[in-house]
């Protein structure tokens, strides 16, 4: 399995807080926004590469 530590997994940490808070600002109905969440914490650097690419938005005030 992929080991991410130092300065890479803090990178990556930061990435996937702002993609659970962009996750649970967005407009999906709650159980896409659970999927996701549970994607992008178990899976941290290819879940949130999948949330880049497929991932539902936050809503833009």
Known sequence: MLEI?????IIILILNVWAIVSIVGSAASTGGKVLWVLLVLLLPLIGFLIWLVAGPRSVRA
């Open 5 to 9: 530590s130092g300065i890479g997994g």
